[in-house]
């Protein structure tokens, strides 16, 4: 009989099932060799899966964490971060504080008592950029303005003119797959101030098999120092306006940010492979 693996799905930065993005959770003794990690991932079909195991200790991290997509490895994943910590502490495998080894570095994670996970991220470095000639087109509207996102992230932040605007947006996925490393991330100022956020966005990452990723947190570690330089604050809170929708708080910490949400087991099962 095939070796059985628990595999949970987690739905993060929502307090309710059938929202905020959903991703698998795999808590491994090891981390098997890349072909099964991304074959498990295009099963999952999520977009993406979280595959963790402890390391020994006295390092300077808990807990080794990998994200694959269906389609590729990722250097940072927010929403299943988040997903890895709660099912951590809703198993009791883990409390309060975690350390993750990733490829950005030691994230850290804290589980609080009323069910949220903060997360302290690397901030994406921001630098203004011109939108290369085809890319509007694709995605369906005209940019106030274009930041590349960095190394980590490898996307185009597109400001656009307001909130209906990233609302309405029907991309050309195959032609946005062109213009940037993994993807763009379209924002605006929130339209209603009373609303409980402070900036919308939609997040499209066709070139790493995700056409709309439903609530992005790892975006949002640019979306916080775009926002919080124009409205002056450092904590905020962002509307990801996807079809499932999510809230993501945000604080700016000079080179660090820190995400909050929250997040609810949906699925747990055995994976046979």
Not at 172 to 189: E, F, N, Q, V
């Amino acid at each position: 009989m095939p070796t059985s693996h628990r595999i949970r799905i987690v739905d993060a930065f929502t307090e309710r099932p059938f929202s905020g993005n959903p991703a698998g959770v795999l808590l491994l003794d090891a981390f098997p060799d890349d072909a099964w990690l991304q074959n498990v991932a295009a099963e999952v079909n999520h977009a993406e899966t979280a595959f963790a195991h402890r390391l020994p200790a006295g390092g300077e991290a808990d807990w080794a964490l990998r994200w694959f997509t269906p389609a590729t490895e990722v250097d940072l994943c927010g929403h299943a971060t988040l997903a890895t910590a709660h099912v951590l502490r809703t198993t009791g495998t883990a409390e309060g504080s975690v350390r993750f080894a990733t490829r950005s570095g030691v994230l850290t994670t804290t589980a609080h008592a009323d069910g949220t996970v903060t997360m302290d991220f690397p901030t994406a470095p921001l630098t203004p950029a011109e939108m290369p000639g085809g890319a509007a087109e694709a995605l369906g509207a005209e940019a106030v303005a274009a930041y590349d996102t960095g190394a980590h992230l490898g996307d185009l932040l597109v400001e656009l003119a307001d909130e209906k605007t990233v609302r309405a947006l029907t991309p050309d996925h195959k032609a946005l797959a062109r213009y940037s490393r993994r993807g763009i991330i379209a924002t605006a100022h929130a339209e209603d101030p009373a609303g409980g956020y402070d900036f919308v966005s939609r997040c499209f990452f066709p070139r790493v098999g995700i056409d709309e990723d439903p609530v992005t947190g790892s975006a949002h570690t640019a979306l916080a120092p775009f926002w919080s330089q124009r409205l002056g604050r450092a904590e905020l809170t962002g509307l990801q306006a996807s079809a499932r929708s999510g809230l993501v708080r945000t604080e700016l910490r000079g080179d660090r940010t820190i995400l909050t949400g929250h997040a609810v087991t949906v699925i747990e099962g055995d994976l046979y492979a």
